[in-house]
């Protein structure tokens, strides 16, 4: 079994997967608990994998945290993946490839397996970040921008009168009738418009035919909202590790 791990800001989700067995994956909110606790938790029962593949971009205290757990429990060293000058047909556009997060890069990759065309790879997250590739497989550029929560967390922050109130992770109607779903309608205004823009701003750059493909914890909402032209592909990030651990 190869074990893929990925990291962001809030939650830690794997995929495993093995010929002739069926995936094994799950996921949990990692931030503010114990991670070795957790992953005793969550890991103890998995099979033996033959390869653990990891991108992350929670930091050095989680990665080490991470690599102790998974050596001692099975002797294993973690392959990390980090963002590079070029590679899987993507060339980036940064002069220090390595400052990029790993995620971004391991997102455009699986992009570049999906298809030969122009596309942007929207990942919607904590913060959403949006890279632009070329039909070439050339990184035009990116934006990265607060996600829906971060949005509504400055509001409720740095505001006398907005009083903190959760929200699900359905698209939420377009014009709220109380202070909660008024929040809830201007982030999710704010973020798909953003979005929006930078798509458009992407058509000038690199042409019309441009393949949008959408993935994060806030990605099924927000495609919901933006429509037919973004592909939701949930498991992008995994689907890029595929691609790096196949070479």
Not at 116 to 139: E, F, K, N, P, W
Request: with cysteine; aromatic share 6%.
């Amino acid at each position: 079994m190869i074990l893929y791990v990925d990291i962001g800001n809030t939650r830690l989700k794997w995929l495993g997967e093995a010929a002739g067995r069926v995936p094994v994956r799950g996921a949990f909110v990692h931030r503010d608990g114990d991670l070795a606790v957790l992953l005793q938790q969550a890991w103890s029962d998995l099979p033996l994998p033959a390869r653990v593949l990891v991108v992350s971009v929670a930091g050095e205290g989680m990665a080490s945290t991470l690599t102790q757990w998974v050596q001692r429990q099975w002797g294993l060293a973690i392959e990390f993946v980090h963002s590079r000058a070029s590679g899987f047909g993507v060339v980036n556009a940064y002069a220090e490839p390595t400052r990029m997060g790993a995620d971004r890069w391991v997102a455009m990759v699986a992009a570049r397996g999906l298809t030969q065309g122009a596309c942007c790879v929207i990942d919607c997250g904590t913060a959403v970040t949006v890279d632009v590739l070329s039909a070439q497989g050339r990184h035009a550029g990116g934006v990265i921008f607060p996600g829906l929560q971060l949005m509504r967390l400055a509001l409720y922050r740095d505001t006398q009168r907005i009083p903190a109130e959760p929200v699900g992770a359905a698209p939420v109607a377009p014009l709220g009738h109380d202070t909660a779903s008024c929040v809830a309608a201007g982030v999710q205004h704010a973020v798909a418009g953003g979005i929006g823009r930078v798509v458009e701003s992407a058509r000038v750059r690199v042409g019309a035919s441009l393949d949008c493909f959408i993935t994060g914890g806030d990605g099924p909402a927000l495609a919901a909202v933006l429509g037919g032209d973004y592909q939701l592909h949930p498991d992008l990030l995994f689907e890029g590790l595929r691609r790096i651990a196949a070479g």
